[in-house]
T-cell receptor, first 113, second 113 residues
Framework: AQSVAQPEDQVNVAEGNPLTVKCTYSVSGNPYLFWYVQYPNRGLQFLLKYITGDNLVKGSYGFEAEFNKSQTSFHLKKPSALVSDSALYFCAVRDAGTDKLIFGTGTRLQVFP | NAGVTQTPKFRVLKTGQSMTLLCAQDMNHEYMYWYRQDPGMGLRLIHYSVGEGTTAKGEVPDGYNVSRLKKQNFLLGLESAAPSQTSVYFC????????????FGQGTRLTVV
């Protein structure tokens, strides 16, 4: 079965510093990977996705993600964190066989001024 | 653009009561999903639908039923609510295919006492 794991419950980073939110995946076949963000009391918003091609994917709000097939990882990154980036981040994988969209447990990002 | 709309936004039920959550989307999406979000567990898929008149079980379907009589609507029913069903429920929709991202509603906060 397809799955994703987010090993960190929380990531703390100072404003202006680079940030990384980790995600590893387990799939049979081609991986279709997504990152979403959830602000307090809101639904999830799509950030970016990896389908095929370039291993560095650029998305909304200055975020990017690096796909690494050998390490089965899809880490979310941003060169310079903002306080407004503080939110809950979810990694997800699409099961190409059933079309289910399976989410990780989420990582809370706290950016301190 | 309304996108994905969930009704109601908040609800308190007594144990044993029944209720229906309504999800409506105006993007002509084929696929629709119901998730529940619980602390530390991320989003878990309850049921999903890949087209009008079709439904399928997700990871945690017990205690829930769904119907997709119209393409734009996806209903989630609780026949006999239990405290374990206290959660935040999210509906999402997407175009067909593994490469498409999902769009989420704002969520329904349900408390069962």
């Amino acid at each position: 079965a397809q799955s994703v794991a987010q090993p960190e419950d929380q990531v703390n980073v100072a404003e202006g510093n680079p940030l990384t939110v980790k995600c590893t995946y387990s799939v049979s076949g081609n991986p279709y990977l997504f990152w979403y963000v959830q602000y307090p009391n809101r639904g999830l918003q799509f950030l970016l996705k990896y389908i095929t091609g370039d291993n560095l994917v650029k998305g909304s709000y200055g975020f990017e993600a690096e796909f690494n097939k050998s390490q089965t990882s899809f880490h979310l990154k941003k060169p310079s964190a903002l306080v407004s980036d503080s939110a809950l981040y979810f990694c997800a994988v699409r099961d190409a066989g059933t079309d289910k969209l399976i989410f990780g447990t989420g990582t809370r990002l706290q950016v301190f001024p | 653009n309304a996108g994905v709309t969930q009704t109601p936004k908040f609800r308190v039920l007594k144990t044993g009561q029944s209720m229906t959550l309504l999800c409506a989307q105006d993007m002509n999406h084929e696929y629709m999903y119901w998730y529940r979000q619980d602390p530390g567990m991320g989003l878990r898929l309850i049921h999903y639908s890949v087209g009008e008149g079709t439904t399928a079980k997700g990871e945690v379907p017990d205690g829930y039923n769904v119907s997709r009589l119209k393409k734009q609507n996806f209903l989630l029913g609780l026949e006999s609510a239990a405290p374990s069903q206290t959660s935040v429920y999210f509906c999402a929709s997407s175009y067909p295919g593994a490469v498409t991202e999902a769009f989420f509603g704002q969520g329904t906060r349900l408390t069962v006492v």
